[in-house]
């Protein structure tokens, strides 16, 4: 189904097409010019200078390994939830929370009406795709996952918050799409932490992406996957990228149940593991999801943003899991 | 009818402006070892007494020690005890809070008491005011844990938790705890297992001494589970009222025997209550309910930022001294 809805955009994917949930590592040189910025120690214009500089090692990091969809691997993001608050109208920074040990962080408090701003990340999708000329994805946080991760002290309940970011989130989709992007993938991690509340969930994805042409992806984690499922397959997107790497849950035994109706991304590298699976390790993940599901039908990727490995633990993933591609091509062709 | 003003359980150890960070400069310079740990313990002693005088001069009659010295609600007690290892991060409900998983490799024992020392700090520095002791139950420890070795099952874990807390509940009570409250979070995820958490519950009761008992949930909808609460062997059922519109419609139907803890401040958002949000709640409730109930924040306040954790607490005195003008008058 969706392979026809590629083929209307333009694309002509490989078997088993491979891509990244979205961030990449920091090169130390950006890590420091970061910290540096936020004392004022360096100019906007430096920063973004090194921004790039980084978007483009990523990009050509991606190419050489051969990934089909490339991200721009969004080196000049912070958290994917406060990048976007901090862009938006009608949020406030938020005071220090603990995520846990020493760690602390500003989690975003909507205080107003939000807005959309105008294009967020069209610039720099418009500039990595200059780069390439392998597609890349367009790479949004959405409406639920916005919502959850901040306080609301405007709107009388989640519900509604999340609704009014679905709004603001669309032009953002528009504004893509005009600029060219095929394909969007829009993260809802959050989605399977209260799942009474799935139902508005699919509705704020309906008010983002209903009417808009463009192959969908959305990243859910897979922790609670099993309370949200089948009602995940409600999400107006075409492609569901879902955690497996270690997962021991029986993926045959539940679509069984309820058949799987869309595209899988499989999630086949662990990046909160400092080890470096062998391509054997990662292609007997991908067999498993060969085994469920018709192999036009899935995509391969880590199974979260790559940010918190090193560049190099990064890169030798991502190796290990495009040989293993590379083998299970042409085993199953 | 009595209500008593009480905090839940966690606090935030720092604020926003530098001053308010001294607890996070000496975690850090602790873990480069550029402190001692008496220095350490001399810096967290002093953010107790710290954070404990906040919620007393926030007009709460009731606080806690904000579980300052805990590195998670699960890891704490746990990682104290023979047989288990302390593993890496997992998300902590639907929080954007990180608790570190303990991985059970055999059977688990004590090996020292890990809460009545820091209860005696948090006395001492509440006084006369009385400190409620708080700490995670038996079944959400299992729950929350890695079971590799020792017990053939997730419930004979909790019962094996349940017997490490009994003498943690023992130790609490003879250092002069009046509240002991147990928080049991997992248990609303799954309302099957309410009997091994009633189970567990008979052992920590066999150990209160003179304590009264109290076991409160959160983070989910206790409505389905309302009855099966009361054949808990405990004095207070704390509930959090936040998450579920039809308790308090409950409560005054069915009643209670009880003391309950009324989580109604909402401590998972920073949206201050009003009086319209919160008194017709009280109307309901309040005829049903006992000689004493507590009011409190839903959860810990330490998914708050500092400024904000206070300011529940002070919205939740102004209410209840606003609540008890207006129907006394």
Redo the contacts between chains.
Sequence with gaps: MSRAKLATLGLDLPLLPTSTVGSFPKPDYLTEARAKATRNAITRSELDRLERQATEFWTRVQEELGVDVLVDGEQYRGDMVAYFAETMEGFSR?????????R??H?P?IVGEVRWPGPITVEWWRWTQSLTTRPVKGMLTGPYTIM??S???YYPDRKAACLALAREVRKEVEALLEAGVKIVQIDEP?LS??PDELPFAVEAMHAVVDGLPAYYITHACF?AFETIYPGLLDLPVDNLDLAISHSALNLLAMFETNPFTKDLSLGVLDV?SHTVESPEEVKARIMRGVGVLSKERIWVDPDCGLKTRTVEEAREKLTSMMAAVREVRATVR | MQLILANTGSYPRIGDAPAAQRHRRAYAQRERGEISEAEWRAVEDDVVREVIAEQLGAGVELPTDGQVGWYDPISHVARHLEHVAINGLLRYFDTNFYFRQPVVTGRIARQAAVLAGEFATARMAAAPHPVKAVLTGPYSLAQGSILEAGYRSRRALAHAYAEVLAAEVADLARAGATLIQVDEPFLLQHPEDMDVVRETFETLAAARGSARLACCTYFGDALPLYEDLHRLPVDVLGLDLTYSPKLAGRIAEAGTDRSLGLGLIDGRNTKLETGDMVFPVLDRVLPRLRERAYLNPSCGLEFLPRDRARAKLETMVRLAREYAGARRA
Excluded: Q, T
Aim: proline share 0%; glycine share 18%; charged share 20%.
């Design positions: 938020g005071g220090l929370v603990r995520s846990y040990g020493n602390y962080y989690k408090v959850d991760w306080f609301n002290d959050a932490v209260r922790g909160h």
